[in-house]
C-alpha cells in the first residue's frame, strides 16, 4: 500500500484578509506632530495674543468726555462718555470739583469735605441747641429756627470758618450739612404752617449750664432737699453743742488746777510765816484773777470751775463777811496735801540752820516774788484796806 506524505497547513484565507483591514485603518507613522511640538505651539499663540492686545490697547485713544453742559441726548450715539458726578468736563477733559480727586473715569472724595461738613454741623447744633437750653433755663431765647434761618447760620459758619474751599466745595458742605440737620433736629410747623426746626429736649438739656441743672433739680426735689437741709443743721447743731461742750470742760479744768495752785502757794506762804498773807481767799476775786474779761460773762464756766472745786476735798469753802460783806472764801486745807517740792520748802524755812537756811530761805523769798506771793486777790484787799 503506498505512502502518503503528510500535508503541510496551507495559508488561511480569513487570517490574510483582517491583517489587511488593520494596517489600512492605522495612519502612517509622522502624519500628527508630538506633544512637546503641542505645547511649544500654544505657547508661541499664547505670546502672540497677548502682544496683539496690547498693542491695540495702547494705540487706542480713550474716549473724550461729553461736555458738563451737554444734554444726555446730544451724546446718544457713543461718541464720547458721560461726565461723572462731581466733575466737570470742558473738551473731552475731565477735571473733578474741590473735594475730590479723580480715579479712572469717576471723581472720589479725598475727605475734606467730610470733615468740613462734620466740623459745621456740630457748630450749628451747638449753636441751636444753646439757644434752645438757656429758653429752658428761663431766660429769654430763640427755640424754633425756619430753613432759611437755619441756611444763614450754616453761611455765617461758613465764613467765620475757611478752609479754602472753592464756591462749588461751599456749595456741597452746606448741602451735606442741611441734610444732617435735618436728620438731627426734631421737625416742626408754627402757627403759621411754616416748617421750622428745633433741638431735641434731651439734647438741650445736656447744654444746659450747671447751676441751672441743679436750680431745677432742686426746685423738682424740693421735698427731699428740704429734708436733707434740716437734718444736716440739725446734726450741725447738735456737733456743735458737743464741741462747745467739750471745750468748756477742758477750759474750765485749766481753771481748775489754775485755782488750785493759787491756793497751794498761799497756803505755802501761811506755812512759812509769812504775815501778810491769809490763809483764804475770796472766791470772786479769785474767779476775775484767772478769768479773762470776755469769759467772766459766761456763768456757766466758772459754775463748772465750782462744781470741780467742791469735788476737791483739799480745798474748804466757807462764807467769811469782809468789810461787813459776807463773801464765800476758798482755804487750802495744808496739812499732808501739800506737793512734795512744796513741803520741803516748808520744812527747810522751819528749821534754817548757817548758810544753807540763808540760801533756803533766799530761794523761798524769789519763788514767791515769781509766783505773786500773797496772790493778787490778798494784795487787793490789802489795797482797799
Known sequence: MPSRSPRR??????????SRRRGAAE????????REDLLRLLAVLTIAAAVAAACSRLNRRPEPFCDSLQAPDDYADDSCQPCPQNGRCVDGQLECVQGFKRYGTSCIEDGLLSQTATKI??????KICDQHARALCGHHAKILFHKHEVSDTVDELLSKNPVGLTQDGIELVKARVLESAQGFFETT????????????ELVAERHMPLTCQVRQWISTNIIFVTTICILLAALLWILLIIYRRQAL???????????CEILEDNAVNVKIGNSNCEPWVVASWLRDHVLVPRERKNTVLWKKVEELILEDSRIDQYPKVIKGESKVVYEWQASGSLSGRKMKKVQGAREPTGEGAIKLAEEIVGEVREQDSCSVVARRDRTKA
Request: some cysteine.
Open 9 to 18: 497547513p496551507g495559508p488561511n484565507p480569513s487570517a490574510s484578509s483582517s
Open 27 to 34: 495612519p502612517p507613522p509622522g502624519l500628527f506632530p508630538a
Open 121 to 126: 454741623s456740630e457748630l450749628l447744633q451747638l
Open 189 to 200: 410747623f408754627t402757627s403759621n404752617k411754616a416748617e421750622a426746626f428745633k433741638c431735641p
Open 249 to 259: 470742760s477742758n477750759r474750765a479744768e485749766q481753771i481748775y488746777e489754775q485755782v
